[in-house]
Protein backbone atom coordinates (compact mmCIF):
# COMPACT_ATOMS: atom_id res chain seq x y z
CA UNK A 1 0.00 0.00 0.00
CA UNK A 2 1.53 3.33 -0.98
CA UNK A 3 0.11 6.37 1.20
CA UNK A 4 0.27 10.13 0.21
CA UNK A 5 -0.67 12.88 1.88
CA UNK A 6 -1.65 16.34 0.95
CA UNK A 7 -3.32 19.47 2.32
CA UNK A 8 -0.71 21.11 4.61
CA UNK A 9 0.67 24.63 5.24
CA UNK A 10 1.00 27.61 6.95
CA UNK A 11 -2.20 28.91 8.55
CA UNK A 12 -3.13 31.12 11.17
CA UNK A 13 -4.30 30.32 15.30
CA UNK A 14 -8.20 29.65 14.44
CA UNK A 15 -8.23 29.07 10.67
CA UNK A 16 -8.72 25.48 9.61
CA UNK A 17 -7.11 22.77 7.09
CA UNK A 18 -8.24 19.60 5.16
CA UNK A 19 -5.74 16.83 5.00
CA UNK A 20 -6.12 14.06 2.65
CA UNK A 21 -4.49 10.73 2.45
CA UNK A 22 -4.88 8.96 -0.91
CA UNK A 23 -4.13 4.98 -0.83
CA UNK A 24 -2.92 3.53 -3.87
CA UNK A 25 -2.37 -0.57 -4.23
CA UNK A 26 -5.05 -2.11 -2.18
CA UNK A 27 -8.42 -0.82 -0.99
CA UNK A 28 -8.31 0.74 2.36
CA UNK A 29 -11.61 -0.93 3.23
CA UNK A 30 -9.58 -3.66 5.81
CA UNK A 31 -7.34 -1.02 7.09
CA UNK A 32 -7.72 1.19 10.19
CA UNK A 33 -7.09 4.33 9.24
CA UNK A 34 -5.20 6.68 11.44
CA UNK A 35 -3.60 9.79 11.50
CA UNK A 36 -0.35 10.72 13.43
CA UNK A 37 1.80 13.82 14.13
CA UNK A 38 5.27 14.70 14.97
CA UNK A 39 7.35 17.38 16.04
CA UNK A 40 11.08 17.39 16.37
CA UNK A 41 12.96 15.72 18.28
CA UNK A 42 9.67 13.74 19.48
CA UNK A 43 7.74 10.83 19.61
CA UNK A 44 5.12 10.55 16.65
CA UNK A 45 1.67 10.82 18.31
CA UNK A 46 -1.93 9.17 17.73
CA UNK A 47 -4.38 11.86 16.52
CA UNK A 48 -7.33 9.96 15.19
CA UNK A 49 -8.44 6.94 13.52
CA UNK A 50 -11.20 5.30 11.81
CA UNK A 51 -11.80 1.79 12.31
CA UNK A 52 -13.45 -0.72 10.00
CA UNK A 53 -16.04 -2.22 8.76
CA UNK A 54 -17.95 0.20 11.19
CA UNK A 55 -16.12 3.84 10.62
CA UNK A 56 -15.73 3.97 14.33
CA UNK A 57 -13.40 6.97 14.64
CA UNK A 58 -11.30 7.42 18.33
CA UNK A 59 -9.07 10.87 18.73
CA UNK A 60 -6.67 12.43 21.10
CA UNK A 61 -7.81 14.37 23.70
CA UNK A 62 -5.64 17.30 22.59
CA UNK A 63 -7.64 17.35 19.21
CA UNK A 64 -11.59 15.86 20.06
CA UNK A 65 -13.94 18.38 19.77
CA UNK A 66 -11.61 20.32 16.71
CA UNK A 67 -10.17 17.57 14.47
CA UNK A 68 -12.86 14.91 12.24
CA UNK A 69 -11.40 12.24 10.84
CA UNK A 70 -13.13 10.54 7.66
CA UNK A 71 -13.01 8.04 4.71
CA UNK A 72 -14.46 7.27 1.44
CA UNK A 73 -13.49 3.99 1.09
CA UNK A 74 -14.73 4.09 -2.57
CA UNK A 75 -12.09 6.73 -3.39
CA UNK A 76 -9.51 5.09 -1.25
CA UNK A 77 -9.16 8.04 0.85
CA UNK A 78 -8.81 9.45 4.47
CA UNK A 79 -9.27 12.73 5.15
CA UNK A 80 -8.40 14.92 8.32
CA UNK A 81 -11.00 18.30 9.01
CA UNK A 82 -9.01 20.26 11.56
CA UNK A 83 -10.38 23.53 12.88
CA UNK A 84 -9.89 25.71 15.33
CA UNK A 85 -5.87 25.27 14.94
CA UNK A 86 -3.75 26.24 17.63
CA UNK A 87 0.24 26.42 17.72
CA UNK A 88 0.82 23.60 19.13
CA UNK A 89 -0.89 21.45 16.21
CA UNK A 90 2.14 22.40 14.13
CA UNK A 91 3.41 19.06 13.40
CA UNK A 92 4.34 17.03 10.09
CA UNK A 93 1.15 14.77 10.17
CA UNK A 94 1.25 11.11 8.76
CA UNK A 95 -1.41 8.87 7.40
CA UNK A 96 -1.23 5.29 8.40
CA UNK A 97 -3.09 1.88 6.96
CA UNK A 98 -3.09 -0.68 9.87
CA UNK A 99 -4.06 -4.43 8.57
CA UNK A 100 -3.80 -7.50 10.88
CA UNK A 101 -0.22 -8.12 11.63
CA UNK A 102 2.98 -6.14 12.35
CA UNK A 103 4.04 -6.65 8.49
CA UNK A 104 0.64 -5.35 7.54
CA UNK A 105 1.29 -1.61 8.43
CA UNK A 106 1.75 1.25 5.87
CA UNK A 107 2.60 4.76 6.42
CA UNK A 108 3.07 7.78 4.07
CA UNK A 109 6.05 10.73 3.96
CA UNK A 110 3.79 12.90 5.95
CA UNK A 111 2.66 16.74 5.19
CA UNK A 112 3.75 19.54 7.58
CA UNK A 113 1.25 22.03 8.89
CA UNK A 114 2.41 25.04 10.61
CA UNK A 115 0.51 26.85 12.91
CA UNK A 116 1.70 30.50 13.71
CA UNK A 117 -0.12 32.46 16.42
Known amino acids: VYLEESGGGRVQAGDSLRLSCVAT????????MAWYRQVPGKERDFVAV????????SYSDDVKGRFTISRDNAKNTVSLQMNNLKPEDTAVYFCEAGGKGVEDDYWGHGTQVTVSS
Open 25 to 32: GDTIGRYA
Open 50 to 57: SIPPSGRT
